[in-house]
């Protein structure tokens, strides 16, 4: 069962239980940061530990040789060239990462934005590591007001690309509108399109209050590899993990030759809230996804009466 506690509510409880046999998280929530959620605290039996550590090192490891190799023979597949290109752009995050622990300044300014506050008290950070997707549906849904909280869709492993996130989010909408739930159409801005269309519409959306914004995007070519890189699993996922999050706002800059700033709440309770440079976002919004030999992009979600 999942207790959520949120500001001024059930002040205390503070403890959310996941169902599982060997983790217990504990939240707690504050407004001032990330939204009014604390960092997870997490219990893992040895045995727990064990598992995933065989599971990444081992069998991940022999795995995706294999997946890579029948991505560079399949007909249509992705090229050697097209590797080449996302170690270009996740080393160049490996040597310059973003800054991961933004000032109190800019947490503050991202909190007072109209497109942020809908999210206050209604965030929650992936169960683990591979659920960024239906915990990244759950916060646009949860931000909704008029979207009724028992209808929302639990964090289960599925759609793990943006044109099967949208499907699954139209989905779960259509089978519950005799229930209450409110219509919603979903937009793809792919990577691919010019950076200045994709700023146009990622603004336009944000300055919306009946839209959200989810991104999937190359994380590693924001912070690089994972630590030590030569280890091929983290060399490996370095160029093929991409990663779900809504997207809270943007802060425009002052001067003409710094770029907005724009704050994605990152649902791996190991990041949170992080502010990019709009180009290098875009960046990581464009790199192509090997499994769907596409782009990734922002998905804008609009609650419509049509």
């Known amino acids: 069962f999942r207790i959520e506690c949120f500001p001024n509510t059930y002040d205390n409880i503070k403890t959310n239980f996941i169902p599982s046999n060997t983790m217990i998280m504990a939240t707690e929530y504050d407004t001032t940061k990330d939204g009014g959620l604390e960092k997870p605290i997490a219990n893992v039996t040895l045995a727990n530990r064990i598992k995933n550590f065989v599971k990444f090192y081992g069998l991940f490891q022999c795995l995706l040789p294999i997946f890579l190799l029948r991505m560079l023979t399949k007909k249509e597949g992705f090229s050697l060239s097209g590797f080449g290109q996302l170690y270009t752009l996740v080393a160049a995050g490996h040597n310059d990462p973003i800054d991961m622990k933004p000032s109190e300044m800019l947490i503050s300014k991202v ?127 370095g160029l093929m993990s991409g990663h779900f999050s809504p997207i809270l706002g943007m802060l425009e800059s002052t001067s003409p030759e710094n770029p907005p700033l724009v704050a994605v709440f990152d649902v791996n309770a190991a990041y949170g809230m992080i502010l990019v440079e709009a180009p290098r976002l875009y960046q990581a919004a464009k790199a192509c996804d090997v499994s769907a030999r596409k782009s990734r992009g922002i998905i804008i979600v609009s609650e419509t009466t049509e």
């Not at 492993?157 to 499907?167: F, S, T, V």
């Open 111 to 237: 909190w007072a934005l109209a497109s942020a506050k809908h999210y206050l008290g209604r965030l929650e950070w992936q169960i683990q590591e591979g659920y960024c997707a239906p915990a990244t549906m759950r916060c646009i849904l949860k931000s909704f007001t008029s979207f009724p909280t028992h209808l929302l869709p639990e964090q289960v492993l599925g759609a793990n690309d943006i044109e099967q996130w949208c499907k699954k989010l139209e989905k779960t909408t259509q089978e519950n509108k005799n229930e209450g739930s409110p219509k919603f159409k979903t937009e793809i801005i792919r990577g691919d399109v010019e950076y200045e269309l994709f700023l146009q519409k990622l603004r336009e959306a944000l300055s919306q209050s009946n839209c959200r914004v989810a991104i999937n995007f190359l994380r590693p070519s924001l912070v690089g590899f994972k630590k030590p890189w030569w280890v091929p699993i983290h060399f490996l996922f």
